[in-house]
């Protein structure tokens, strides 16, 4: 479904990414792990095309969407992402919120986007909200209406990037359920996340970021309990240490 080459980014004279390799098959899902500035975001980013790649190729479906006669909007029609922030519209419903995209851009009929949408509000538990607006909603419903809002446009990948950092503690299981719950449905997903528990518990793989790449990616169980490189040891001993995994 994905594949990363030998990505590169730089900001000034700041390296962010540096020859990062991945790859992500179908109905599979791939947690980033890695420590603040590790390049996790910047990566998600790349892969959604709202930044421009220095040097290496994104593919999707064998497609190459950093060339640049590539329409950013084309790739973004079939790759969700879903930010920390909640950047929900203050002033529209939830309902407005999750068909703007299929009636601004992709031209659905008012009806035929609200029915889409409250099919999928209802897959996240929220269709009986859908009229509420944002600030009538815990974070964690703001959080699931934006992961409705992404899906709505039946994406064949999700990124999510670090959805429950802006969440109260015990907002954060129910977020996390939904995307354990994305995943057991096929979605391919690749998530950067600090919840250890969810990447060993949920993700197929998991890679770990350090110095602008993939130190190593393996399967949970391997990367968490066989680490083989040194900074990925250091980085789970941390993570130990600190109570977290």
């Known amino acids: 479904m994905l594949e990363v080459d030998r990505l590169r980014k ?10 990062l390799s991945l790859s992500v098959a179908s109905h599979r899902c791939l947690a980033l792990i890695g420590a603040s500035g590790s390049g996790k975001s910047t990566l998600l980013r790349c892969i959604n095309l709202l ?9 999707l479906e064998g497609r190459d969407i950093t060339d640049p006669r590539v329409r950013p909007d084309e790739v973004r029609a079939r790759v969700g992402i879903v930010f920390q922030a909640f950047n929900l519209f203050p002033h529209m419903s939830v309902l407005d919120n999750v068909t703007l995209a299929p009636r601004r851009v ?12 409250l099919a ?6 929220l269709a009986s909200r859908a009229r509420a607006r944002p600030d009538e909603l815990s974070g964690g419903q703001q959080q699931r209406v934006a992961i409705a809002r992404a899906l709505v446009t039946n994406p064949v990948l999700m990124l ?4 429950t950092s802006a969440l109260d503690p015990e907002l954060v299981g129910e977020v996390l359920s939904l995307l354990a719950e994305l995943k057991a449905d096929g979605t391919t997903m690749v998530v950067a996340t600090h919840e250890m528990g969810f990447a060993r518990q949920v993700a ?3 890679a770990f970021l350090a110095d602008g790449t993939v130190a190593e990616q393996g399967p949970p169980e391997q990367l968490f309990t066989d680490p083989v490189d040194p900074r990925t040891q250091r980085f789970l001993r941390r993570i130990i240490e600190a109570g977290r995994l």
Request: net charge negative; hydrophobic share 35%.
């Open 10 to 19: 730089s900001y000034g004279g700041r390296v962010v990414l540096s020859d």
């Open 51 to 59: 930044e421009t790649v220095d040097d290496g190729t994104v593919r």
């Open 106 to 117: 992709h031209g659905v009929p008012r009806p035929a986007a609200e029915e889409q949408a």
């Open 120 to 125: 999928m509000l209802d897959r996240v538990g």
């Open 160 to 163: 999510f990037d670090e959805v």
């Open 204 to 206: 197929d793989e998991v």
